[in-house]
């Protein structure tokens, strides 16, 4: 019976008590052996507490597991487990029609949260739900018990002034309340402004949110607001504390003249970086040469672990941090400018330290053999993907100035050629949907927006990362003492396999494989479509089906790149799970090898350590998404602002109980047809099939419909973009004949006013490195 299980609880402010109390590990121990709830007399008698000081230790010990979830405290005044009294600890996800859900810790479908319970709570709360039943749509209900731990983030929004009063309109639709702002408190905050708000009384039944304000952003269409939002919406660290100066201000421009020692000298191997234009870090070189029997291929990667100690003040924000995040035009480092454009970028034609990963491909592409060293490189070229390309398309000029490099970039794509050769044999899933990026003016207005073409340079690239984490994660695998991430990748689950096959037998097309379909399958279904009008649509609803890829100490392979260990290995400026791996990398070398100069930096992890920090990578990296996804939105739909009243052509990537999302085909955006848009039928929709049927017309819209609209409207507050209809057609016309019936189809398709928007035969419309 001792204190130091303290550390358990999830609140950092734990007090430690002068007086020995029981663990919290103890106190459950107890409750869970009784058969009803546990009055407070029971624990002082059970524990034998005489002192006054330990009464009052596991009061506030017993009300700190309550606050957690751990324990209820019920009418009776009694403790209970809340799983036997049935209650679900869960996070409240709100929605913007006032409802919400309750996602489960401990994994299970998400409980539906009527509009009336979510008066007293807010998106991102940590609640304990009742279950109540189903609601008239079948989904498990909940009521809510009790907030265990309020949403800690501020909250961004636009300030309004009505009748005086103060108030705030959340940005986040998600959060439905409206949060009244006292006047002495808006911080000087200007109608329309957007602003950062702070709860200082949480909603009841009764009455809305009272609020301060934190920070002021500035005006709602003030150039780069879309970002500032979402770093503050999403909880993105973008400032650096106190003390990283300091630990910076002991490294120069220079790599330190310690560092050399123990080092492979790679200074003369012609290694080159190849990035995008506007890359401004560069974390990996390459460089093959050509051998009897295929290639020696070395991926040279900075070497972060040299200068981001563990526990030190730039290793704690880097993990804080997990990962960089790209916005349009702007990135919020994962690792100080100093270092990630600085001493840890492979500029070219100058001395860098790296970790080697040496690699010998087989001349049918299969890794044969591999060893890691840490090492000290010189670039000899920085090239960009576009110049490669053009270098292996013969451009004289180019060959001619990189003359020094060129036999390497040849052999380069021998290598890749080998490679993905090997990929091909194994299945791995390609995709080849459209990418598009945003080309701003000087007033940080977007001009335009441009397809992104991958071309064979990117895929050399992207080929020789793959092998280099390959070769990684058979090392860790080879070692049963010292452990790193995986990057696992899982086979698609039960409910979205069966989504993505009604989907494609609505298009008269099938997924191979069962119930377990194997990366195999899904690559035969790619090579089916890939000519088809609606490939791209196909291939986004294929990805949509996948499992998200995650960090985690347990191998389970990559289902979507067929490989059975992988890792990242090649990214540690911008994945802290990179550097997590150099570190484990060089222990083992310590381990085998002893060179403890150049093996600065190793670290092993224990256990617990890795599943902490896999959990919490996989969280930030999934944060970064959410965030770019969110800004991306944004600024496509200040974009098509000016484009009201204009028609597109586009295909049906979505379809739901209230109409028909729609991309676009000239810039790949979203847009909505609303149910009440289509037209002079009531529709009904069926969630089996994915599609809505007109109950008189019999007019069926489904996934994959090609169509003819204009943008109605664009709301830059929730981000939506409104379409109106024009006209449709479906891309397996006979098909669809044959499930709607000749007659009515035909009926569906005659000649109509533009008033009408049924369905008509539409006029064709206008005109990373590492998975």
Known sequence: MTDNNASNSNDQTTPQYDVEIPSRDELLELVTERLKPVPFDDFITH???QDERQHIGIKRRLRAMERDGQLVYTKANCYGLPERMQLVRGTIIGHRDGFGFCRPDDGGKDIFIPHHQMYSVLHGDKVLI???????????????????EPRDSNIVGRYFVEN???????????????????????????????????????????????????????????????????????????????????ELEKYSEEVPKEAYDDRVDLRELPLITIDGEDSRDFDDAVCALPEEKGWRLWVAIADVSYYVKPSTQLDNEA??????????????????????????SLNPNVDRLCMVAEMEIGPRGKLKNSRFYPAVMNSHARLTYTK???????????????????????????????????????????FDTQETRFIFNAHRKIERIEPVKRHVAHKIIEECMIAANVASARLIESEEEIGAL?????????????????????????LGGGD??????????????????????????????????VYQPENEGHFGLALKSYSHFTSPIRRYPDLILHRAIKSILRKREGTEQALTGAWAYSERELEDLGVHCSMTERRADDATRQVDEWLKCEFMLDHIGMEFSGVVSSVTNFGLFVRLDEYQIDGLVHISNLGDDYYQYDNQKGLLIGENTRTVYRLGDKVQVRVKTVDLDERKIDLSLIAAESPAGKQRKRNSGKTQRKKSQGGKKPTNKKPQKGNKGKGKKSS
């Open 486 to 510: 995986f990057r696992v990748h899982e086979a698609p689950a039960d409910e979205r396999l069966t989504s993505f096959r009604a989907f494609l037998g609505e298009l008269g097309l099938s």
């Open 164 to 246: 005086d009063l103060g108030i705030v309109v959340p940005d986040d639709s998600r959060i439905s309340q409206d949060i009244l702002i006292p006047h002495a408190d808006n911080l000087g905050a200007r109608h329309g402004q957007l602003v950062v708000v702070t709860i200082t009384r949480r909603p009841n039944r009764r009455t809305s949110p009272i609020g301060k304000v934190y920070e002021i952003l500035g005006d709602h269409m003030a150039p780069g607001m879309e970002i500032e939002i979402a770093i503050r919406e999403h909880d993105i660290p973008n400032e650096w504390p106190e003390g990283i100066d300091a």
């Open 130 to 148: 009742k279950p109540a039943g189903t609601d008239n749509r079948g989904r498990a209900e909940g009521r809510v018990v009790r907030v265990v």
């Open 516 to 549: 377990k379909p194997t990366p195999s399958d899904y690559g035969k279904l790619l090579e089916e479509v890939k000519d088809r009008p609606d490939h791209e649509l196909i291939e986004t609803m294929l990805l949509r089906s996948m499992q998200q890829a």
């Open 319 to 344: 993990v804080n941090r997990g990962n960089s995040v790209y916005f349009p035009n702007n990135v919020i480092p994962m690792l100080p400018e100093k270092l990630s454009n600085g001493l840890c």
């Open 388 to 430: 490669v390309k053009q270098i292996l398309d013969g451009d004289a000029e180019l060959r001619e100035q990189y003359k020094n490099v060129l036999s390497n970039i040849e052999e380069l794509h021998n290598v890749y050629k080998a490679l993905a050769t090997v990929r091909k044999q194994r299945s791995a899933i390609e």
């Open 47 to 49: 524990f034998k507490l």
